[in-house]
């Protein structure tokens, strides 16, 4: 059974940064393709970025591109969102997720595996 366990949410003001983890179990990852979404109050859920476990290449949404930076750790099996220059529009419930592919897609409900969401809110 996959589990992933998403950490590492607050309060910020705009221009600050915040480190998101995401600790991942059960499964041997190397085929998995991790990604992050995020989901505003009122809102869809949107692809923020994958990363794909096996040689660490990654893909961003354009809206957060020179901002965002994922990456993960082999030994600690943990993912993470080091988001920088935040915005008031990056509020939002941040969720880790899972596809057991070296493929990937941007629609949440593609996705098999999801964690419980971290609360990112930015002030301006």
């Known amino acids: 059974q996959v589990q992933l366990v998403e950490s590492g949410g607050g309060l910020v003001q705009a221009g600050d940064s915040l480190r998101l983890s995401c600790a991942a179990s059960g499964r041997t990852f190397s085929s998995y393709t991790m990604g992050w979404f995020r989901q505003a109050p009122g809102k869809e859920r949107r692809f923020v970025g994958t990363?794909?476990?096996?040689?660490?290449?990654?893909y961003y949404a354009d809206s957060v591109k020179g901002r965002f930076t994922i990456s993960r750790d082999n030994d600690k099996n943990t993912l993470y969102l080091q988001m920088n220059s935040l915005k008031p529009e990056d509020t939002a419930v941040y969720y880790c997720a899972a596809l057991p592919t070296v493929l990937f897609t941007t629609t949440p409900r593609d996705w098999n595996y999801w964690g419980q969401g971290t609360q990112v809110t930015v002030s301006s």
């Open positions: 990363i794909r476990w096996i040689d660490g290449s990654t």
